[in-house]
């Protein structure tokens, strides 16, 4: 298919994904120095703000599995991250956010755009990686802060590794090998992105590149962090060698580790990510009490 054909496609699936959402919701887009941002709204309107940041190539559907607890006591807004697939589009595909600050800048207008003046903010993967660089540049818009497998933790030499060859020798077998790495071996992560990203491969997106986040910056975060960590992890690797690192350097920080999980740590067990995330919000807000 033409690389229009295989946007168009993504779009299709974007949408069947999006008619499973299980709560209300409301669609809007907001300018930004970027281009136009894509957000879905749930939640109260009255109710404390969260921003969910997604991870690469999967957009703001992936948060299907966790979306009815988070909305129950928080406006939800769940962002479709500029330059990569979805529904926001950049105004010019040769200007983007190219490095933490830039995101930083681009996620400050959301905020503006949606009057929000301060939140808390999940972010899985590479939203991870945005989100922490977030805490670090915009410290008085950040709440608190969970990430989900966080890119930038550690050295992301593995992940960029994989998608230099995908850019480099762009053949079948080297896409579906990317994705199958990176989803890992758990049937809900695979049946819910497999088709998805090997869709999205032949896509255009433009993305900043995640590299390690210096322990410098990483002392700069002082919202509470809480992290939490998949044992089998691809992208990620030593759940244990990331956990230690970010403790030592993170001033505020709570670690879980999940033995069991790869890298959609959120839909493999929903339960245990979403209880632990409340848990982790609540007890910050009200002193641990």
């Not at 983007?96 to 600050?101: A, L, V």
């Not at 930083?104 to 939140?119: C, M």
Request: glycine content about 6%.
């Amino acid at each position: 298919m033409t690389t229009q054909e295989n946007e168009a496609k993504i779009m299709s699936m974007y949408e069947a994904k999006l008619a499973t959402w299980p709560v209300p919701y409301e669609e809007g887009y907001v300018k930004t120095r970027y281009g136009t941002t894509h957000v879905i709204m749930s939640g109260p309107k009255e109710a404390p703000p969260l921003v969910l940041v997604h991870a690469m190539g999967v957009t703001s559907t992936m948060w299907l599995p966790n979306i009815a607890a988070l909305s129950r006591e928080y406006r939800v807004y769940a962002v479709d991250t500029i330059g990569d697939f979805g529904k926001s589009a950049l105004d010019n595909l040769d200007r983007y956010p190219r490095n933490g600050r830039e995101y930083s800048l681009w996620l400050t207008d959301v905020f503006d755009q949606l009057s929000i003046q301060k939140a808390d903010i999940i972010g899985a993967s590479m939203g991870g990686w945005i989100t922490m660089n977030y805490a670090i540049y915009a410290p008085d818009r950040v709440n608190r802060i969970a990430l989900l497998g966080p890119l930038g933790i550690r050295s992301s030499f593995q992940v960029l590794f994989r998608l230099m060859s995908v850019v480099l020798f762009p053949v079948q077998a080297n896409k579906r090998s990317l994705i199958q790495w990176t989803l890992g071996d758990n049937p809900r992560a695979r049946d819910a992105y497999t088709e998805y990203m090997l869709t999205a491969v032949n896509c255009r997106n433009r993305l900043g590149t995640p590299y390690a986040i210096s322990g410098d910056n990483l002392r700069r975060i002082k919202a509470p962090v809480l992290l939490v960590l998949g044992g089998s992890d691809n992208p990620i690797g030593s759940a244990e060698k990331a956990a230690a690192r970010a403790e030592k350097l993170i001033p505020d920080i709570q670690v879980e580790i999940m033995p069991k999980t790869g890298h959609l740590m959120n839909m493999e067990d929903p339960e245990f990510v979403n209880a632990a995330i409340l848990k982790f919000l609540y007890q910050s807000a009200h002193g641990n009490s």
